[in-house]
């Protein structure tokens, strides 16, 4: 009881940083809606696109156990940080989650996690990118569009 109260104050006591995408509350249920996600680098110059394969189940279920168990702490994400859309194809909503060295921030917290890990995602990611596996901003936004993803398109 005492510790609901203590996380409820801190809610609204906090000022959230909330992407104007994110539509849907994440539970339990949600790694099974998303169907892709892309992994834009901190400047959205850029994306890589994971939708099938080892590396896409390996990051949605990271992300899931994250948001579902880590640590939480309120905390708005750092500005260098990337951005991972978790798009629920289905829903035509997307779940924005931000992502940096240390941890995973999601609706105004942050999650800590194990470091290893994302740095080992990081480091596929940085190797996608060097092979030429990203999106540009603009393929990125018509992707969207196309999805019918109207309020996420530039």
């Known amino acids: 009881?005492?510790?609901?109260?203590?996380?409820?104050?801190?809610?609204?006591?906090t000022s959230c940083y909330?992407?104007?995408?994110?539509?849907?509350?994440?539970?339990?249920?949600?790694?099974?809606?998303?169907?892709?996600?892309?992994?834009?680098?901190?400047t959205e110059t850029n994306a890589i696109a994971y939708a099938k394969f080892e590396a896409f189940h390996s990051l949605k279920m990271f992300i899931d156990a994250s948001l579902l168990t880590a640590k939480v702490t309120p905390q708005a994400p750092p500005e260098n940080a990337n951005k991972l859309l978790l798009m629920l194809h289905q829903q035509q909503q997307v779940i924005t989650v931000?992502?940096?060295?240390?941890?995973?921030?999601?609706?105004?917290?942050?999650y800590e996690v194990d470091k290893t890990k994302i740095n080992q995602f990081q480091h596929l990611n940085d190797y996608r990118t060097s092979v030429g596996d990203s999106i540009t901003e603009q393929e990125l936004a018509m992707v969207i569009k196309n999805y019918g993803f109207k309020y996420l398109a530039k």
Do not use: H, P
């Open 98 to 110: 931000f992502i940096d060295e240390n941890n995973l921030y999601y609706n105004g917290f942050s």
């Open 18 to 42: 909330v992407s104007a995408t994110d539509k849907v509350e994440y539970n339990s249920n949600t790694a099974a809606q998303v169907q892709s996600i892309f992994w834009l680098n901190n």
């Open 1 to 13: 009881m005492f510790k609901t109260v203590i996380l409820s104050a801190a809610i609204l006591s």
